[in-house]
Structures are given as C-alpha cells and as structure tokens.
C-alpha cells in the first residue's frame, strides 16, 4: 500500500509507470500474507516490483511503449516475470520504456518521457532523462515507486539508466534469462535482468529471473547459482583488467576520476590491477547500430495491423499495412527499420551488415583473449551523468555514443553490472561498470558488492 501510495503520489510528474495495476497489485499481496501466514514464503514473497512493458504479462496490457501495442493484452506470461510471480512477487505495474526499447533516455516512448527523480544542485526546474530504455524501471526504483524492477539491454538499457538513476542493474549473460514473452528488439543481443536499489538486490532478482527454459531456444541449461552469496565474497586475489581503449578522447574529468577512485577502492580491497587491451573496441557502436537495427528490422515486421495491436484500415492489404505502420511506429524505431533493411538489402549486406558481423567476432575474441589474463574488467558505466530532456534529441549520433563502454557487452553476450560509484560536480549520481566471463555473474557480483 505504502508503494501505491507513492505511485499515485509521484507518478504524474515522473511518468515511470505506463500502467499501474494495483487491484492486481492487492489481491498478489494478500496471496502473499497468507502463504506467509501457511509458512510458505519464498525468495520474493510480497516483494513489490515494477515490470518493464516489453514483458508480456498474462491479462495486463503489455506496449513494448508503442502506439502499434498501444491495446495488446497477452494472453500469456513471459517466462521472467512468470518465474518472479512462482517465487511470491507482487506486480505493481507495467513500466515506461523507449518504444521497442530503442533509446538511451526514455523520450522515445509513445506514453511520453519519463522524468529522472534526481536534480542537478541548483537547478529544480531541469527536467532530467532517467536513461533509456529501461527508463521507467530505474526511475521507479530510485524514487521509492518499486523496491526492485525488470529491464532489458540490448545495448546498455539495464546498466545506463540504472547508472544516470543512482541504483544497480545487471545485464546477464546472453542466455541466461529466457526471452520467451519478452518483445523482441535484436534478438541476438537482448538480454533481461533486474534493477534494484543495491547490487545484492540484483543478485536475489536474477536468481528468480533465470534460469533455462525450453521455450527459448538460445537458454543456457546451465545450473542458477546462488548469486547473492557472491557479493559479500570480495575481491582477494582477484585480478581486475583496465581496458586501455576504453580511455576515449575526451572523456571528462569527472568520469576518469570515478574510474580512478574504483581501481582504488579494489586495490584497497585485495585486487591486482591489470592493464588489458580490446583492440576492436572502437568498432563496437558502429557494429551494434548495423547489428541491432538489421535484427530489429526483421523483428517488427510482425506489426502488420493484420495479427496483434493496432489496425488503420485501406484500400487493399498494402494500405492497411503502410497505414498501420505509419501511425503506430514513432520516428526512431521507423529509423531504425530504415536503416536495418537497407544493411540487409541485396547489394549492402556484404558491405555491412555481414562486415558488422564478422568484426562482432572479433569483439567477442577480444574478451576471450582479455579473460587469459583478468578475471573482471572494470570501466566507467557511462560517459556522463544524466542529461537534460532537450539535449542530444535532434542529434541521434549525439544520443547513440552514450552507449559507448555498454554495447561491447552485448556484441561479446558477457555479464555487465552498473553499481553506483559517485557524483558530478551537479550532485548527480555517477556509475562504474563491472564487465565479466560468460556465465560467471558471481564474480561479477563480488566485485560489484566490494565496490558499493
Ligand atoms: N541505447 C541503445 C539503443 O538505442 C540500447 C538500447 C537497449 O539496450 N535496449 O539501441
């Protein structure tokens, strides 16, 4: 009751919700109280969450933040959120997010942006971005509106807006939460994990999202661990790599200083520092934005007005489909359909979208050949503390190299874990990353633990 109240509080001018459900929310409560009163609590029982609206949810409208899901009710769960409801959570409700989760500042989405809670020192009026895509998740927890959410990434969506919200976030590795029920953006590098306000919330959300599920064909089968345990492990012994390439040209101050001040803290702590280099890291967001677009292109073809979602009738079928498309899909995801058929398209495949596939490759060896060495790597999350609603949005560039220390991650299907470290000269909170071996979120987890 306490979260609904916030919610109804807040919610009007953080916009972080798209669909509260409290009656839901009360009854999953109640459920709750009496297994509780029968002794049978479990990991999550009556732990309220926020459920980023690209999960479906069985009977909820679920939008994926499109006018063209504008009334779509699945008729069934995805399998994240159905594991978080078999564990005892309670849905508060469905959270914004960039449509199609296209976005690195929740301003794409057709419900309308989503306000981040926290101010710059001095300046109330500026209305800051909360990240994107998983906008509406970060924003919800950091300001008391869910103790805990969803989110995906696909590029940086779970580890950005957790880092410009001042809370953590995980990106797992690929396969290690199942995407059946979740709406595909690019299928071969989305991946869902939670948010939450410290890096052993993660840990105890992601225990409960993952685990292998026959119903997705790219689950891992491989055994959960207890990823709670490891975050109180520490760092003894650990050796924790510095990507050289990752000091970009141009980084400011403030962001070289965070990730000084994290190399500090794990040295104190018992780490060895090692300086590693990924060479091909300067190809990593020209590789993700041919990848993910190509993939995204193929993905939304499904939105034809005819099976799910929004219908503008014409003339003939192609009408009805070039309608249905022009007023259900907004400016970015139509760029991006634009821009993935034409690097699928006979004649440019070769040129890009094979060429960004094969330099993935080589992203992804960079790592295996970095893991000989380190058994974490440590970067800044991002490259700057939360921006203003109108910068960057007439630039889409401008918006895109936000993702630049997150989409490696992604391209390679590693974990990545956004812990908050510290502050801009603003007051505004500041993220570290913690970037680690494929199906190793453990050790992920203690270093992310021995940094908070
Ligand atoms: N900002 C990136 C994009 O716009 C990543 C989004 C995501 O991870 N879903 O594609």
Redesign the pocket.
Known sequence: RAHLAAIEALNPRLNAYISATPELALAQAEAADAALARGEGRALTGIPLAIKDLFCTAGTRTTAGSRILGNFVPPYESTVSGNLLRDGAVFLGKANL?EF????SNTTSAFGPVENPWKREGEAETFLVPG??SGGSAAAVAARLALGATA??????IR?PAAFCGIAGIKPTYGRCSRFGIVA?ASSLDQAGPVARTVEDCAILLGSMAGFDPKDSTSADIAVPDFAAACARGVKGLRIGIPREYRLDGLPAEIAALWEQGMAWLKAEGAELVEISLPHTKYALPTYYIV?PAEASSNLARYDGVRFGLRENGEDLKDLYERTRAAGFGEEVRRRILIGTYVLSAGYYDAYYLKAQQVRALIKRDFDQAWEKVDAILTPATPSAAFGRDEKQDDPVAM?L??VFTVTA?LAGIPGLAVPAGQDVKGLPLGLQVLGKPFDEETVFAVGGAIE
């Open positions: 960039d989760a296209m976005g690195s994107g895509s995906t990434d696909t590029g940086g969506s950005q953006f993910a895109y936000n993702d992604n």
